[in-house]
T-cell receptor, first 113, second 114 residues
């Protein structure tokens, strides 16, 4: 049982390039989330999904897009990368809302130069 | 909207001494409260949660937390700290009813000194 997996682990992008951060979970969780973590700022929610075909914006969605075509996968797309998107990105999942804790992937460290 | 405050940037404690990491929250209605730990270059790991009932909740690795509704606090505690407890600790809150979003605090770095 792998839990939540993310690829790649590290990536360096040039300004204006695009990329997709991959996230897969094998726990059959309905809810999935994307966060970014910046030093001293905690985690900020970018997008989340309550099931296949349903996504919604979080606190900081600008510059990002998501899709959820299957229960397992929740990719995050960066279009026209900017230095402000330099961060560590975490994907998480939970069985449903409410009292259920979220399970986190190992993260992707992205640098935009 | 919900929010979490973790007032200290870093908590230093000697090995074997009690460890406390402070958290206060703001949320409409009753809260779900969580503590997570992050080791270097790793994702967050769940430690414990408060849903309802007993104000003292016990979690992984000997940690516990006390919910105090009047002070809107949810402090994390461990009676005897280990060097291996050195990590970044996050408090998080969401309301019982409403949106699906967890609000995280900025995190506290805990350093346990041998």
């Amino acid at each position: 049982n792998a839990g939540v997996t993310q690829t790649p682990k590290f990536r360096i992008l040039k300004i204006g390039q695009s990329m997709t951060l991959q996230c897969t979970q094998d726990m059959n969780h309905n809810y999935m989330y994307w966060y970014r973590q910046d030093p001293g700022m905690g985690l900020k929610l970018i997008y989340y999904s309550v099931g296949a075909g349903i996504t919604d914006k979080g606190e900081v969605p600008n510059g990002y897009n998501v899709s959820r075509s299957t229960t397992e996968d929740f990719p995050l797309r960066l279009e026209l990368a900017a230095p402000s998107q330099t961060s560590v990105y975490f994907c998480a999942s939970s069985p449903q809302q409410g009292s259920y804790e979220q399970y986190f992937g190992p993260g992707t460290r992205l640098t935009v130069t | 909207a919900q929010s979490v405050a973790q007032p200290e940037d870093q908590v230093n404690v000697a090995e074997g001494n009690p460890l406390t990491v402070k958290c206060t929250y703001s949320v409409s209605g009753n809260p779900y409260l969580f503590w997570y730990v992050q080791y270097p270059n790793r994702g967050l790991q769940f430690l414990l949660k408060y849903i309802t009932g007993d104000n003292l909740v016990k979690g992984s690795y000997g940690f516990e937390a006390e919910f105090n509704k009047s002070q809107t606090s949810f402090h994390l505690k461990k009676p005897s700290a280990l060097v291996s407890d050195s990590a970044l600790y996050f408090c998080a809150v969401r309301p019982l009813y409403g949106n699906n979003r967890l609000a995280f605090g900025k995190g506290n770095q805990v350093v346990v000194i041998p």
